[in-house]
Nanobody
Framework: QVQLVESGGGLVQAGGSLRLSCAASGRTFSSYAMAWFRQAPGKEREFVGVINWRTSSTYYADSVKGRFTISRDDAKSTVYLQMHNLKPQETAVYYC????????????????WGQGTQVTVSS
């Protein structure tokens, strides 16, 4: 059974940085795409970025390019989302998600989800 557990959320001032972690367990993830999504109150869940576990190739939403970086640590079976220059409108619950196969940006393509971690950016 795949389990994804996010951590690292919290309160940060606008312009600040946070690093989120997603600890993955239950199988070998070398053939998986691991993505980050976020959902603000009253809004739909939106794509943030994704990493191919085997190649470490990444793809990001335009809104976060140049500020957010996804990486992974094989030994710890953990994916990270490093966020810089955070903005108040990026306040949301951030979710880690996994799917076997190619990277995609659609919520419906991902089979496994973590419980989410709250990120609050104050102005």
């Amino acid at each position: 059974q795949v389990q994804l557990v996010e951590s690292g959320g919290g309160l940060v001032q606008a312009g600040g940085s946070l690093r989120l972690s997603c600890a993955a367990s239950g199988r070998t993830f070398s053939s998986y795409a691991m993505a980050w999504f976020r959902q603000a109150p009253g809004k739909e869940r939106e794509f943030v970025g994704v990493i191919n576990w085997r190649t470490s190739s990444t793809y990001y939403a335009d809104s976060v390019k140049g500020r957010f970086t996804i990486s992974r640590d094989d030994a710890k079976s953990t994916v990270y989302l490093q966020m810089h220059n955070l903005k108040p409108q990026e306040t949301a619950v951030y979710y880690c998600a996994a799917r076997e196969g190619i990277m995609t940006t659609r919520v419906k393509d991902y089979d496994y989800w973590g419980q989410g971690t709250q990120v609050t950016v104050s102005s």
